[in-house]
């Protein structure tokens, strides 16, 4: 227990969690030694060596030790075990993300009623679930995608083990089952109701796939700067706007210049709006795969356009990283939508990572001709 690596926790302070993962290792490393092997397939995954007598961690290869400031947890602030089965399976240390430490808000704005909807749920004990759905036409389509997407992802899961088919699938299954709830209404209103859906899935805390339709977004801070996971689907992008064009749908533009399908859709995908499908909307996602860096990573943040129309991203991460917890920094970014005068309703779902509150932003994200102008509407 005189390890390079036992002392680099025990001056972090992370005595408790340390003595698990190390008792852990030495463990394997006396059943290894036992057996006459050393250095074994456990061993080989976890990045942990024997040399000169000594063991440590050095995942890289560099033969550092592993210490809790390039683990990400450094401040205190929150607190997560680490996740043991996939910190070996991966060779680093990674923590446990707790679903109770997700933070979440949506605010009506000036609508009548709010159309967002959120979802956070554990799909099992090694796959997360993270999702915001911005309805139209109506809350029917957002919903529905509330309730049951889990369920088709549940069951994708079943004929599956690549998440990015999985959440393809999903998407699919969810809009084929969406149009035959509708139509039990008999009721054509009800078709015409629609939602963006954006998805995250973390498995074993380090897999991050990310699906979407519609302009709700996905967007990661890395090392203090907004990495955008997903591409609005809006008739701007020319890839789109063929589409919609090869299915003989048309485009036209509003008052303040936004491009609609048909003159009734500013997005080129969703989930419902079936008197458009045939106009070349469809449900089909895009999807993103990455790996998540905790030593690295703050965040990821989930948002409907009732806060990206009024924050940038990078305005998104620099106020969320001035905030204690996810909680107060999902209240504080949908507040601060509206107060720049978002009307829409805004919804955000915040999950940390090995990083939160590390990478603080030196600027302020304070606007004052933002709040004069916002102003003008209360006058």
Request: proline share 3%; hydrophobic share 35%; net charge neutral.
């Amino acid at each position: 227990m005189s390890s390079p690596v036992l002392v680099n926790l025990l001056r972090c302070g992370r005595f408790s969690m340390a003595r698990r993962t190390l008792l852990a290792v030495q463990s394997s490393l006396e059943a290894s030694t036992q057996s006459g092997q050393v250095g074994g397939p456990l061993l080989g995954l976890v990045g942990v060596r024997r040399a000169s007598g000594s063991v440590r961690f050095d995942s890289d290869g560099s033969g550092q030790p592993v210490t809790w400031d390039s683990f990400g947890i450094w401040d205190n602030r929150i607190e997560e075990p680490i996740l043991l089965p996939s910190s070996i399976r991966y060779g680093k240390p990674i923590p446990q993300i707790s679903l109770s430490r997700v933070g979440s808000a949506s605010v009506l704005g000036l609508r009548k009623q709010n159309e967002d909807r959120l979802r956070i749920a554990l799909i099992h004990d090694n796959l997360l679930y993270f999702a915001v759905f911005d309805g139209h036409g109506g809350p029917h389509a957002a919903d529905y995608c509330c309730t049951f997407m889990e369920k088709c992802i549940r069951d994708a899961l079943e004929e599956e083990d690549d998440l990015e088919k999985v959440l393809n699938k999903a998407f699919l299954d969810a809009d084929k089952a969406l149009h035959t709830h509708l139509s039990y209404f008999n009721n054509t209103s009800f078709l015409r109701s629609g939602t963006t859906a954006t998805v995250a899935l973390l498995q074993g805390g380090i897999e991050l796939v990310v699906g979407s339709v519609g302009d709700s977004r996905a967007m990661l801070c890395r090392k203090g700067h907004a990495n955008k996971l997903t591409k609005d689907h809006t008739p701007d992008r020319k890839d789109e706007r063929k589409r919609i064009q090869r299915f003989g749908g048309f485009l036209s533009w509003n008052s303040v210049g936004q491009a609609n399908v048909n003159g009734r859709l500013a997005m080129t995908r969703s989930i419902g709006d079936f008197h458009l499908k045939s106009s070349g909307v469809i449900a089909e996602p895009e999807t993103h795969r990455l790996s998540v860096q905790h030593a690295n990573d703050s965040f990821l943040a989930l948002t409907t356009d009732g806060i990206n129309f009024l924050l940038s991203d990078q305005e998104i991460c620099d106020v969320i990283n001035q905030c204690q917890d996810p909680t107060e920094a999902a209240e504080v970014i949908s507040q601060q939508a509206l107060q720049y005068g978002s009307e829409d309703n805004a919804t955000i779902v915040i999950i940390p990572f090995g990083a939160w509150g590390k990478h603080k932003s030196s600027t302020t994200s304070y606007s004052m001709s933002r709040n004069f102008a916002s102003s003008g509407r209360w006058a």
